[in-house]
């Protein structure tokens, strides 16, 4: 461990926490809070009231003592809000999608999955004892080929909706239209486009797909939705397969109460006001006009640096000045492609975006 340790540290790779405080001495352009919904009264509400009535905890799995009639509603308002029949509510995002490849896959499938997922895709992908075949990010003519060459009866096709760092939004249509031609499933985590695109209602929506009998989608509660937890949505069918075959959500206690209140309060808010993700693109762009960087499709913008230890100083630095940003090192992303990733949220005024931009501009050229 000492060796790996000092590795770390020579790579500039090394992690700490860093404890946030109550109030924080900085601008927020770092965390996945997008409609600031986190410390919305409205949300804190439904959370105080879950936990009055429901008490702190689930008590057991979902399938025990777990799902209380809060769960029940709060998957109602999740497939209303992404259009999609059914929805299943999980402990985190991450456990949603380690539950949805390893009860949709087998021996017998082959999953396709895009370069540039998220490790919590990438280790449901190594959970499903499928085979794997990775591509290159947005490749869809290389899944196609892949789908085209299988040998096995089944096949997933595994995408993230939009890149976490890149802010890309993949052609979703198109990818559905490759899957279905080639009788495979495609599995869409969106856990960056709910709340965010489609007027909050989601890529799947957007895109037209969300309803489709062969697209499952992952999403996140603690994103847009300020919360905690995750879900599976898709059709009844896949639903209940999840529910009866996936361990992760078999073997978990469920969902606390008050972060199914908080989720159930923000997803009627983000039903009734999708004004608020279309200011929040709006916002995004304007950021990435003010930073010289290409606007992206989703509130997530990237500054390339470099190497890790070069982008840990820089976001460092933009600390000292009062702006907080993510950073990105290996193995996140790519050796060399080390960098700052900068979230836009609704709350952003014009002041903060130039802080940002002069920060950056002065430390870039120092």
């Known amino acids: ?149 299988r040998a096995e009866s089944r096949a997933l096709v595994v995408v993230d909706a939009i890149n976490s760092v890149l802010g890309d939004l993949l052609p979703l249509a198109r990818w559905h239209e490759i899957s279905r031609a080639h009788g495979a499933i495609l599995v869409i985590d969106d856990a960056h486009g709910i709340g965010v695109r489609g007027q909050g209602r989601g890529s799947t929506w957007e895109a037209g797909i969300a309803a489709e009998p062969d697209v499952v989608v992952t999403v996140t509660l603690s994103k847009s939705l300020g919360s905690q937890g995750g879900a599976v949505l898709g059709d009844a069918r896949v639903i209940d397969h999840v529910l009866n075959t996936a361990r992760p959500f078999i073997f978990d206690t469920g969902l606390s109460p008050s972060s199914a209140g908080a989720a159930l309060v923000a997803t009627q808010i983000i039903r009734e006001q999708p004004e608020m993700a279309t200011a929040l693109l709006a916002r995004a762009a304007g950021i990435a006009h003010a930073l010289g960087v290409a606007a992206t499709d989703a509130a997530i913008l990237s500054w390339t640096v470099g190497g890790a230890q070069e982008a840990l100083d820089l976001a460092d630095a933009l600390g000292d000045r009062g702006v907080r940003v993510g950073c990105f090192r290996p193995p996140s992303v790519a050796i060399g492609s080390a960098g700052l990733r900068i979230t836009a949220n609704r709350h952003h005024t014009d002041a903060d975006v130039e802080l940002l931009a002069r920060s950056l501009q002065q430390l870039a050229t120092a």
Request: proline share 3%; hydrophobic share 40%.
């Open 1 to 149: 461990m000492e060796q790996k340790s000092e590795r770390r540290i020579r790579a500039g790779l090394q992690r700490e926490l860093s404890p946030r405080a109550e109030q924080v001495p900085w601008v927020d352009f770092a965390s996945n809070d997008y409609l600031k919904l986190a410390k919305d009264p409205r949300v804190i509400a439904g959370a105080v009231s879950a936990a009055e009535r429901w008490g702190t905890g689930a008590t057991g799995s979902r399938l025990v003592t777990g799902t209380t009639e809060l769960h029940a509603e709060l998957e109602e308002a999740l497939a209303d809000l992404t259009g999609t029949p059914s929805a299943l509510v999980f402990s985190s995002g991450y456990l949603a999608n380690l539950g949805v490849l390893a009860a949709l896959g087998g021996r017998d499938c082959v999953i396709i999955a895009d370069g540039g997922n998220h490790a919590s895709l990438i280790d449901g992908c190594k959970l499903s004892n499928a085979r794997v075949v990775t591509v290159e990010h947005g490749d869809a003519l290389a899944v196609e080929k892949a789908l085209i060459d």
